[in-house]
């Protein structure tokens, strides 16, 4: 799962956006450009940097990315407001591509693997394996010991985030962002629904993928 880092002091304005990425499998998270980034670039390892570019406190950018290349050489796009999208003084000296923002992804996304592809950092592999349990990120489908399983949409990307990210511990919120996104305002027991729903699918005859972490969330078991 290719993983972005976006920079952006307009998180509350992306969330269509992130939601979007995260939907088709990027492994996103969010920073303010007032912490420190270079920490950031080096605990996250990010595949890809996505800066919003907002025109309200763009100085620097150019050095910022000049520096965060010091550190890993990481490909750059740009996502500008649209409101300042006329302006002459935006400065994408430092970045590999922009797009205004429409609020859509599908072109992003496009963009967005384009530069992956570019740099050999698109993972070539569709398919994550865990025992008997396959899921095929192309087709969208789920089979176990060969057996297709019918999933809703949700169930199945709650599955396929969880299986992309064995043995780490998410928090039902947590799970809540990534999967149904930030403009989400149901409750936590969604997550819940979704994992007994998606335990009587998968799990049984010896095998158990999801495991319950006591007051605290889920993990991928991919050793069931």
């Not at 980034?37 to 990010?46: C, F, L, T």
């Not at 800066?51 to 490909?75: A, F, H, M, Y």
């Not at 176990?144 to 990307?157: D, H, N, P, V, W």
């Not at 928090?171 to 997550?191: A, E, K, M, P």
Request: with cysteine; hydrophobic share 35%.
């Amino acid at each position: 799962m290719p993983r972005i880092l976006i920079i952006t002091e307009e998180k509350q304005n992306l969330n269509g956006i992130y939601s979007g990425l995260v939907q088709r499998g990027f492994d996103c998270s969010t920073v303010p450009t007032n912490e420190d980034i270079i920490k950031q670039v080096r605990e996250r390892a990010p595949d890809l940097v996505m800066l919003g570019v907002s025109g309200q406190s763009d100085s620097g950018t150019t050095e910022l990315l000049q520096k965060i290349k010091k550190v890993r050489q990481l490909p750059v796009i740009a996502l500008i407001n649209r409101r300042i999208a006329d302006r002459p003084d935006i400065d994408l000296e430092a970045v590999d591509d922009f797009i205004i923002d429409s609020g859509d992804a599908g072109e992003l996304v496009l963009r967005i693997k384009r530069l992956l592809n570019r740099t050999g950092r698109l993972e070539s592999s569709e398919v994550i394996r865990c025992g008997d349990l396959v899921i095929d990120l192309a087709k969208c489908e789920v089979s176990l010991s060969g057996q297709r399983i019918a999933c809703t949409f949700k169930e199945y990307e709650l599955l396929r985030f969880l299986a992309s990210h064995p043995g780490r511990v998410y928090t039902r919120d947590s799970l809540l962002n990534q999967v149904w996104g930030y403009d989400y305002f149901g409750g936590d027991r969604t997550v819940d629904v979704h994992i007994r729903r998606l335990r009587s699918k998968i799990e049984g005859l010896g095998h158990t993928f999801i495991l319950t972490v006591r007051n605290i969330g889920y993990r991928f078991n991919c050793h069931s």
